[in-house]
Antibody, heavy 121, light 107 residues
């Protein structure tokens, strides 16, 4: 059974760096054909794809946020970490991590519950 | 980035209705399209991947079709639990991009 859970601060100040951790179980990021991504959703708005890391450490980022994002994995801890620098109130959103794999044609098939991050002074 | 445009943005329908939601890509994406259902306060749920493949556990009243730039999600007979917001997602190239969503409401 695949599960994912996001953790991190619920409130950050403008200009601060956000660090979110996705802790998962039921799969290994050292297994070929697997990846974990991050998606966010501002309140009442649409989903936005942020970043993705694959089993082979290939990393992909949204070009509009690339300069602010870093995604890393720790296979021994079954974790993926997303950092976003220079946070702004417009970054207020629910942040989701999700599993993807070759078997689902690289679509996100398992999602965490999401964590709401508010950016405010 | 490829833009995904969904229509309509919102839709009112009744239980038992047949409903179709459309997603158009700004360039050809083969069949690299998925459909998600999201209910308030919940994470999205994958319904369809590769344009027409039904995700395991998803009821057969959901179906997807299309290739290239134009895609559709059809719900053959709406059930009460289907009232939600639906998103398309392309994974043809990076960045993967979502549509703006279609909110399906009870008439």
């Amino acid at each position: 059974q695949i599960t994912l859970k996001e953790s991190g601060p619920t409130l950050v100040k403008p200009t601060q760096t956000l660090t979110l951790t996705c802790t998962f179980s039921g799969f290994s990021l050292s297994t070929s054909g697997v990846g974990v991504g991050w998606i966010r959703q501002p309140p009442g708005k649409a989903l936005e794809w942020l970043a993705l890391i694959y089993w082979n450490d290939d990393k992909r980022y949204s070009p509009s946020l690339k300069s602010r994002l870093t995604i890393t994995k720790d296979t021994s801890k079954n974790q993926v970490v997303l950092t976003m620098t220079n946070m702004d109130p417009v970054d207020t959103a629910t942040y989701y991590c999700a599993h993807t794999s070759y078997s689902s044609s690289w679509f996100f098939d398992y999602w965490g519950q999401g964590t709401l991050v508010t950016v405010s002074s | 980035a490829i833009q995904m445009t969904q229509s309509p943005s919102s839709l009112s329908a009744s239980v038992g209705d047949r409903v179709t939601i459309t997603c158009r890509a700004s360039q050809g994406i083969r069949n690299d399209l998925g459909w998600y259902q999201q209910k308030p306060g919940k994470a999205p749920k994958l319904l369809i991947y590769a344009a027409s493949s039904l995700q395991s556990g998803v009821p057969s009243r959901f179906s997807g079709s299309g290739s290239g730039t134009d895609f559709t999600l059809t719900i053959s007979s709406l059930q009460p639990e289907d009232f939600a917001t639906y998103y398309c997602l392309q994974d043809y190239n990076y960045p993967h991009t979502f549509g703006q969503g279609t909110k399906l409401e009870i008439k």
